[in-house]
């Protein structure tokens, strides 16, 4: 049976965004995707937790989705997080909503893949520096995945939005179709540095 994958999207400068314009239509054109834009749903920040709560429920797979501003992500993403993954029904005692589902990011850069090394400014890999991510879907059971990263968004021609288009919903498509190697895909930096051989492995656990 397809999983059912809800996408929390967030980018307070959607109107300026070609990257994320395009990814979001393409989302929101496959079916048994559910694409929620936190910034136009909740412009004040206040938070309906039940109505959250109740969408995490009814999907297996929670994806992040946004541009990568200062090593994480817009405040109403840690909004979300603090609000929605409460005691008692995220984690804790009786805690286990989220047991079991997969989650991971999709997070589009200005600057290249190379500058995100040890040796260089930014001094860690992005899947380092999503390790608070990481920890919080570990500490509610989930089962999280590598992110999908697009490098260099600022700079990309039409072609290059074509391209990243297809890694998108070739990516979400697996997910959705049981087709993702979920190993791998646990255990790599970047889902889409590789994604023909996540996917062509087909799934497993």
């Not at 929620?36 to 909740?42: N, P, W």
């Not at 589902?101 to 893949?113: P, Q, Y």
């Not at 995945?145 to 700079?155: I, K, R, S, T």
Request: glycine residues 8%; hydrophobic residues 45%; negative net charge.
């Amino acid at each position: 049976m397809p999983a059912r994958l809800l996408i929390l999207f967030a980018h307070p400068g959607l109107q300026k965004s070609r990257v994320h314009r395009v990814l979001m239509n393409a989302a929101a054109a496959l079916a048994g995707v559910t694409f929620h834009d936190l910034c136009e749903r909740y412009p004040d920040f206040y938070i309906d937790v039940k109505a959250e709560q109740a969408l995490l429920l009814e999907h297996d797979a929670i994806i992040f989705q946004h541009p990568f501003y200062w090593y994480s992500a817009p405040a109403i993403v840690k909004e979300w997080q603090d609000q929605v993954l409460q005691y008692g029904f995220a984690y804790g005692q009786g805690g286990t909503a989220l047991r079991g589902k997969i989650t991971l990011s999709v997070l589009s850069t200005g600057g290249s893949e190379e500058s995100y090394r040890a040796d260089t400014a930014d001094h860690f890999t992005v899947r380092r520096l999503l390790a608070p991510f990481e920890q919080t879907a570990r500490h509610c059971g989930m089962d999280y995945l590598a992110p999908c990263v697009f490098h260099g968004a600022d700079g990309l021609d039409d072609a290059g939005l074509a391209g990243i288009v297809n890694e998108y919903v070739r990516l979400i498509t697996a997910l959705r179709d049981g087709t993702l190697n979920r190993a791998a895909a646990r255990n790599c930096e970047r889902l889409n540095a590789d994604l023909s051989r996540i996917i062509s492995n087909g799934a497993a656990a």
